[in-house]
């Protein structure tokens, strides 16, 4: 049964520094995704990774996958308060996805 | 990349009702998926809508608490039946599109039992 694990689950960030999001999977997945849901609303696409080692990037956030490691990460670059969500990796199992249990950004000045 | 809209919005509901959810997409999908997003959790796949054939569920949920129906390529809806508060949760619809992309969701149902 494929379990998947995100941590930290909480993070508080300061404007401009760096921080990693780890997504832990625990037997093979075809491929893994990324999903940002702000309060209230449903969940935003951000990232889909299809391959071992494959990096995609968009404005600050950079994800990527190591499927021998059965991780991926995603990278913030100097946080900036429009960041502040829960994110969500989530890795597929057949047709179906397995989310993790999010992790909830807040960037502060 | 695919528009999705689900019907009603929100609800509030009495227990032991049932509340039909619907889930309209503005093109053609094989995979359609409803999810459960009990407050502050991650999301948990309820059961896959399959058209022209019963829906196939995951552990823990089964047809009686939860019938699918998915009569097209574009439609499906959820009923949760027989309520209680325990049913109290955001239900997504979810497709996917093609092999290369992503799963969309739909804004989601945001339903409470008293």
């Known amino acids: 049964e494929l379990k998947v694990e995100q941590n930290p689950l909480f993070l508080s960030m300061q404007e401009g520094k760096n921080y990693t999001i780890y997504c832990n999977y625990s037997?093979?997945?075809?491929?893994l995704y990324w999903y940002r849901q702000d309060p209230g609303k449903s969940l935003e696409s951000l990232f889909v990774?299809?391959?071992?080692?494959a990096v995609k990037q968009e404005g600050r956030l950079m994800a990527s996958l190591d499927t021998k490691a059965r991780l991926s990460t995603l990278h913030i670059t100097a946080a900036v308060h429009d960041l502040s969500a829960t994110y969500f990796c989530?890795?597929?199992?057949?047709?179906?996805?397995?989310f993790g249990k999010g992790t909830t950004l807040s960037v502060s000045s | 990349s695919a528009v999705i809209s689900q019907k009603p919005s929100r609800d509030i509901c009495q227990r032991g009702t049932s509340l039909t959810i619907q889930c309209q997409v503005d093109?053609?999908?094989?995979?359609m998926f409803w999810y459960r997003q009990q407050p502050g959790q991650s999301l948990t796949l309820i059961a896959t809508a399959n058209q022209g054939s019963e829906a196939t569920y995951e552990s823990g949920f089964v047809i009686d608490k939860f019938p699918i129906s998915r009569p097209n390529l574009t439609f499906s809806t959820l009923t949760v039946s027989n309520m209680s508060p325990e049913d109290s949760s955001i239900y997504l619809c979810s497709v996917a599109t093609g092999s290369q992309e992503t799963q969309y969701f739909g804004p989601g149902t945001r339903l409470l039992v008293l």
């Open positions: 037997t093979t997945s075809d491929r």
């Open positions: 990774l299809l391959s071992n080692g």
């Open positions: 093109s053609q999908v094989t995979m």
């Open positions: 989530a890795a597929q199992a057949g047709t179906a996805l397995i």
